[in-house]
Structure formats: structure tokens, C-alpha cells
């Protein structure tokens, strides 16, 4: 099974922290070059400089997904520059935890901006580059939340099905073209966004950290939270050649603990 990625040019958005930061890494030890994308230039020049490095050429670009037209410029300039990329990681921070009918409505369009229009700018910069090239992976980092509603993540949920939808559509649109493009769902993930909705679930609830931790816990049939590399290997498979024949499809990686298929 050939998973190597020796010789392609990756672009990993939220790549300084957690599940993007662990698919950088990923993507580089199997050979890749990669390009880290992210807003904090200081996070991203240390992680650069810290790439399995086998005669690969890593970069980043510094731009902030609250920014969308930033984004578009900053992307346009690399790749004229530097040229396509053969694979896309759409991975961004989810919205603040809240219900659905607590929200503003300017909360809503903010995650719309920074979830569903970057991925469009991301997707419609590197699609041009993927068609010439002969392949093409782009693969959104989202939530089994689009399968399952997740309690508490009122605009999450919302955002998420849209970009699940937008993400089927460009997979039937692309798909002649050796583009795949899947969604990769993870659960419960020890991540800093992962703990920041632990503490707010114990403020709200006025109960102690490791209770809603270990409640959480137990709704997960492998009792554990995944690590962000287990995260990060279903991405790599996903952006190798061994998963030319896999599109438009959603892979929740959650120890089982989507309650449907």
C-alpha cells in the first residue's frame, strides 16, 4: 500500500496547535513539503524549523481566516511563487461553545467566514494547480457533529453541516479530475479546544473539572479521549495515494462514539 508523500507540495491550515500541528508533522516524516498555514508568525517560523526535514522545503503563510480577502492575496502570491499543491488540510478552530438560540447572529456569519469562505478561497487557490498536477486531495477537518448534533455547540453544529454539504458538492464536481475530497470527523480530542469546553461545562453545571471530563469520558466506547496524531494518520491515508478511489465521504475518528453509522 503506498502511503508516501514523497514529492508533494501540502498546505495544512491550523497547523501550529493539536490536530494540525500533529498532520504536519505527519505529512513531513512520509515525505511531504509542507506549507504551514496559520495566523501566529512566531508559532509558525518555530514549527517550520522543527519539520522531519529530508531534503524537503518547508514554508508557511502567516494570515488570519477572520481576514478572508488577507487570505486570498496572501495565498495567490505563494503559489505564484512557489507553485501547486498537491493536498489541502481545511482545518480551522471551531466557534465558541454556546446553544443554538443563545447566539448572535453575528456569531454565526463570523464562523461562516472563517469556516465555509476560507475553505472556498483555499479550495478555488489550489484546485488549478491539483487539475494541471494529475492529483489532488483536499480534506476538511470538521466535527461528528454532522453526523450527530453535539450539545452546547449551538453555531458549531450549524457551521459544520454546511461546510459537510459544500465539501460533498465540490467532491461530485471534482472527482473527474483525480481531486478527492472527504471530511474527517474527529471526536472528543486532546486538544485545548477540547478542555476549553470541559471548563465552561463545569462552570455551567458549577461541578469540578474531572467530573465533566470523566462523564464525557464515559460516553466514549474506547474510554478515552484520541490523541491528535490518531487524528492525524486517517488524514495522511486520506491524502495518499492508497485512497485514490475515496471521495465525498465523511470518516468520523472518535472511539466509537457516533451513535449511528
Not at 498546505?11 to 506549507?35: D, R, W, Y
Request: with cysteine; proline share 5%.
Amino acid at each position: 500500500m503506498n502511503i508516501s508523500l514523497k514529492g508533494k507540495h501540502a498546505l495544512v491550515c491550523g497547523s501550529t496547535q493539536g490536530i494540525g500541528k500533529e498532520t504536519a508533522l505527519t505529512f513531513a516524516s512520509l515525505g511531504a513539503n509542507v506549507t504551514l498555514v496559520a495566523r501566529n508568525r512566531a508559532a509558525l517560523e518555530k514549527l517550520v524549523r522543527q519539520l522531519p526535514d529530508h531534503q524537503q522545503k518547508h514554508r508557511y503563510i502567516c494570515a488570519d481566516f477572520a481576514e478572508p480577502k488577507v487570505l486570498r492575496a496572501a495565498l495567490k502570491k505563494f503559489m505564484d511563487k512557489y507553485g501547486p499543491a498537491h493536498i489541502l488540510v481545511n482545518n480551522t478552530g471551531g466557534p465558541p461553545a454556546g446553544d443554538a438560540i443563545d447566539a448572535d447572529t453575528d456569531e454565526f456569519i463570523d464562523a461562516f467566514g472563517k469556516h465555509l469562505i476560507c475553505n472556498q478561497i483555499l479550495a478555488q487557490g489550489v484546485v488549478p494547480g491539483m487539475k494541471s498536477e494529475g492529483y489532488g486531495r483536499i480534506i476538511n477537518i470538521i466535527s461528528t457533529s454532522v453526523k450527530q448534533p453535539l450539545k452546547g455547540l449551538g453555531v458549531s453544529n450549524t457551521i459544520r453541516g454546511a461546510v459537510a454539504n459544500w465539501a460533498k458538492t465540490l467532491a461530485n464536481e471534482l472527482a473527474a479530475f483525480n481531486i478527492t475530497v472527504n471530511n474527517v470527523l474527529p471526536g472528543a480530542t486532546k486538544t485545548q479546544r477540547l478542555y476549553d469546553i470541559i471548563e465552561r461545562r463545569a462552570e455551567k453545571f458549577g461541578t469540578e473539572i474531572d467530573v465533566q471530563e470523566a462523564a464525557m469520558i464515559g460516553h466514549i466506547p474506547m474510554q478515552r479521549f484520541a490523541e491528535p496524531v490518531e487524528i492525524a494518520n486517517a488524514i495522511a491515508f486520506l491524502a495518499s495515494p492508497a485512497a485514490s478511489y475515496i471521495t465525498g465521504i465523511n470518516i468520523p475518528v472518535d472511539g466509537g462514539r457516533t451513535g449511528c453509522l
